[in-house]
């Protein structure tokens, strides 16, 4: 059978309709930590709209929200742990060129 001749076929495989990240009774605001975190990466970036499944106007908010709180400082800005893990590396290359003089 020809290509262009097979009817169209809808695959029979189902799928699971996800729920939504935001429930219609939350409300997104800079004081909801809990929801606020969701929306975050592990760096304290703010996830993108299709990592989080939200609309438009939900990732406005969001974004909102989570720059507010940062100004406020109930959020930090940057996750320090990485940067923690850099000045030891450091140290021990500059001990090694203090040994080698």
């Known amino acids: 059978m020809d290509k262009s001749k097979r009817p169209f076929l809808k ?3 189902s799928f ?3 729920l939504p990240p935001i ?3 939350d409300r997104i605001d800079y004081r909801n930590m809990s929801l606020i975190s969701r929306f975050i ?3 304290g970036k703010i996830l993108s709209r ?3 499944r939200l609309t438009l106007k939900q990732q406005r908010l969001i974004t909102i929200a989570i720059k507010q709180a ?3 400082s ?3 800005f940057l996750n320090n742990e990485k940067q923690f893990e850099r000045t030891e590396s450091t140290s021990r290359t500059t001990g090694l060129r203090t040994r080698n003089k």
């Open 74 to 76: 109930s959020l930090p």
């Open 70 to 72: 940062r100004i406020l």
């Open 50 to 52: 299709r990592v989080n």
């Open 41 to 43: 990466s592990e760096q």
């Open 23 to 25: 429930q219609p009774g």
């Open 16 to 18: 699971r309709r996800r």
């Open 11 to 13: 695959s029979k495989r």
